[in-house]
């Protein structure tokens, strides 16, 4: 395999949720691979921290605070990175949460702060990135979705799937609008990745954990670093003719029929 396909030297990403998680093994993986890095997030000090390891590296970096909820935010973001780096080339959409609790009883308020986080600020930013992108003919955007874009999770998470619903298919469509323009647009569907806060979860009910691993046959939660490699390649020309897809990162959490088991087991024929 030519090692140069996945050489991103001279280019410049930018990553939403850059100081934990996810977010913060993306940046790491792009500015490893060889590109300069904006690191999103409302935790600056967070971001900060990331950045100084990416410099270390010997790549630049930008560390900017932002409410991925706020068209305002987000616009001016993208003024910064116009000022600091003149181009972007792939745009990581990693941040954003949302309310969870039961469909009888959740506040529309909550709906709306739901949709604003991973909906709308998504989709400003698809948008910011998009025009700048289109301007020069080539460019390759990624949103996290979840395995709550494709199939329903239930516990509480309507706000939450309602939202990831629409960026599968916000996905979908920018990919279909940009492709003959030189823009990929694709979509990495995670399961349970062990974060702060499914620990906290776990911590609270600890049968939460055998019910989550009960449905990935790998047999573990996922790690944020899980995402490095399909960040990378996606970023990449190693995809140049990959876009509108929606890539489950799951350890076989969506190919087992929700009936279905696995393991040691055995049965009688």
Known sequence: MNDSLFNLTGKVAAVSGAASGMGRAMSLALAEAGADVVLIDL??????????????????????????????????????????????????????????????????????????????????????????????????????????????????????SMA??????????????????GIRVNAILPAQVLNEGLQQRIDADPGIRDRFLGGIPAGRFGHPDDIRGLSVFLASDASSWITGTLIPMDGGNLAQNAGGSHGSETFNE
């Open 43 to 160: 935790n600056e000090a967070g971001a900060r921290e990331v950045a100084t390891a990416i410099e270390g590296m010997g790549r630049r970096s930008l560390a900017a605070r932002c409410d991925i909820s706020n068209p305002d935010d987000i616009r001016a973001l993208f003024t910064d990175i116009d000022e600091a780096f003149g181009r972007i080339d792939f745009l990581g959409n990693v941040a954003g949460d949302a309310v969870r609790e039961k469909p009888e009883t959740i506040r529309l308020e909550d709906i709306e702060s739901s949709w604003r986080n991973l909906v709308l600020g998504r989709f400003c930013s698809c948008q910011e990135a998009g025009r700048r992108m289109l301007a020069k003919g080539c460019g390759s955007i990624v949103n996290i979705g979840s395995l709550a874009s494709v199939s329903a999770l239930g516990r509480g998470h309507i706000g939450y």
């Open 164 to 181: 990831m619903g629409a960026v599968a298919q916000m996905t979908r469509e920018l990919s279909t609008e940009w492709a003959h323009r």
